[in-house]
């Protein structure tokens, strides 16, 4: 069993709402998927493409993105590609790791707060979809739940590198 599947000891709570959340971005996709298909099938078939289909499958993409990058990045399934490793010193890589994996958390931290204010916008505002009138703030806030939780993850390897341990473990 590789290690993507069963994370090293974290934090339990932590690791359930992570991958329950991920659950939930799968379920959504299939979801998605099954709007697509009907609704080519019935513009195909019938001539009657399914109303505001856009709409929600550009939204329903949001949530799964969102959802999935803090499971994504707690089992490392993220691509990553080794360019410096086998030049640095065991030292420099454990700083460069630990450096990367802050700045990664910052940004991430950054993107939650900005969506945050989004969403706030979005309902003092009214903001909804074009077709469908669906509200966007609850979507600013799937953003700003999954960048939290992706920067925590972030944040975690950060620390794990800094005190010398393995940061790509999970």
Known sequence: MDNREQPERGDPLFDRVVRRLALVGGGVLLAMVGLTVADVALRKLANAPIFGAQNISELALLVVVFAAIPYCGRVKGHVAIDLIGGVLS?????????????????????????????????????RVSNLLAIPHWPFYGVIALGAVLYAVVQLAAAMRAASGRNADAP
């Open 90 to 126: 065991p030292r420099l890589l454990r700083i460069t790791d630990a450096l990367v994996n802050f700045v990664g958390a910052a940004v991430f931290v950054v993107l939650a707060w900005r969506a945050l204010r989004a969403a706030g916008q979005a309902m003092e505002i009214g």
